[in-house]
């Protein structure tokens, strides 16, 4: 498996059709925890989420199942993405399913929980049907007033201008 140093890293870059693969399922999982009341799937929904950011597919179930058996499945493309603003959005990610959580078990605000399951499952969408990437987007824009730092960037644009 590696080190400890390769497990919690995050790959730079991305499949992007891998990362749109998993939004795909977080989507389907958000729609039946909020259709059927699976309060349960909550806490495995953060860490699915917990897991992409802190080791990319390495630890995440979802993450290994399009990676290792959807995407070639479905014989699509490695088509590459930034790694970075990636990461963001799994934070992004996270950070909703961590509230719809505390909501729910702690606060026992079953709609205020959906609610905000709901918010997750409109940009899983986006990101799966269209390719666009809320979290990624939002990334930009934080490259762009400068609150990433310099090195961050130079990944992302790198990348974007050919080099790796």
């Known amino acids: 498996m590696g080190s400890l140093r390769e497990v919690f890293s ?8 891998a ?8 989507a389907a999982l958000a729609i039946l925890t909020i259709a059927f009341d699976l309060a349960w799937m909550l806490p495995v929904l953060v860490y699915g989420f917990a897991a992409r950011v802190l080791t990319g597919p390495t630890l995440s179930p979802l993450g290994q199942l399009a990676t290792r058996v959807l995407v070639p499945s479905l014989n699509l493309p490695y088509k590459e993405a930034a790694g970075p603003p990636k990461r963001f959005a799994q934070t992004v990610g996270l950070i909703f399913t961590a509230t719809a959580t505390v909501l729910y078990f702690s606060a026992g605000l ?11 499952v409109v940009f899983a969408l986006l990101e799966s049907l269209i390719g666009f990437c809320a979290g990624c987007f939002v990334f930009a824009q934080l490259m762009r007033i400068g609150l990433v730092p310099e090195e961050t960037c130079e990944k992302c644009n790198n990348l974007s201008s050919g080099g790796a």
């Open 10 to 17: 995050f790959p730079h870059p991305v499949n992007e059709y």
């Open 110 to 120: 079953a709609a205020a929980a959906y609610s905000v399951m709901g918010v997750l």
């Open 19 to 26: 990362a749109r693969t998993v939004a795909t399922i977080v």
